[in-house]
């Protein structure tokens, strides 16, 4: 489905990422972990990126991305933007989703990748799924977690949600996990893994990593989905 739009909300989300919300038409239904293909307007021209969608379909009332602020074009394009500013979005996109179909996933995210799972998140919360979900999502710093206090929130409100982060960069005030996801974590902290479903998402290293990590663990690559962030961010 493609439609014109326009911004109806800006969320900072740590002090390089931003949310961009935008009106949800009725006619549009999507899956939690789809992408969208986002067109903007820059200086006369139009740019057109995929992001994934990080919003949830039980919100009704808008479609959102978010994105890491780099110093690329379209970067610089949507630092500009404001509230009422003009784009097209045509969504939906990708088979990386959840929607209850399996009994236990583990959902590993690095930095920006950490967009499929919020939606994934949200709606298995809303939508009282019975789901055991594990995410471990790893940052540089504390400050470059995404939606941190949302995630914790909804582990809070969703027994079937546990959520860690880990900080490769801490500082001595940090009292969580550090270091890089590693198939020691999993085991401790997922004890029934050899039964999970692990979706991978984040920067190609990363994604990397994951695949070897599974190989390691001895689980058949069915049990792995993947989504490298390359031209998502």
Not at 24 to 46: C, D, H, R, V
Not at 54 to 72: A, N, R, V, Y
Not at 142 to 157: N, P, W
């Amino acid at each position: 489905m493609k439609f014109e739009t326009y911004v109806t909300e800006i969320v900072p989300r740590t002090y390089n990422v931003k949310s961009f919300r935008f009106p949800k038409p009725e006619s549009l239904s999507y899956k939690p972990g789809q992408f969208l293909m986002m067109t903007i307007k820059s200086e006369g021209k139009e740019l057109m990126k995929p992001f994934t969608i990080s919003s949830s379909p039980t919100e009704k009332e808008h479609i959102e991305f978010t994105k890491k602020l780099t110093d690329s074009e379209f970067s610089a394009a949507l630092n500009t933007f404001k509230v009422g500013d003009w784009a097209r979005i045509n969504a939906p996109y990708g088979s990386f989703t959840f929607e209850g179909e399996y009994e236990r996933i583990c959902l590993l995210a690095g930095g920006i990748g950490i967009t499929p799972f919020r939606s994934i998140c949200k709606y298995s919360m809303d939508m009282h799924l019975n789901a055991k979900i594990t995410l471990l999502y790893g940052c540089r710093t504390e400050s470059d977690i995404i939606f941190k206090t949302e995630l914790e929130q909804m582990a809070k409100l969703n027994e079937n949600l546990k959520v860690i982060f880990i900080l490769n960069e801490a500082n001595s005030e940090w009292k969580g996990a550090t270091g890089v996801v590693n198939a020691e974590m999993v085991k401790k902290e997922m004890p029934d893994y050899k039964e999970t479903v692990f979706y991978v998402c984040g920067p190609p290293p990363m994604v990397q990593a994951m695949e070897k990590m599974i190989k390691d663990l001895d689980l058949p690559a069915k049990q792995l989905k993947l989504e490298a962030f390359t031209g998502h961010t």
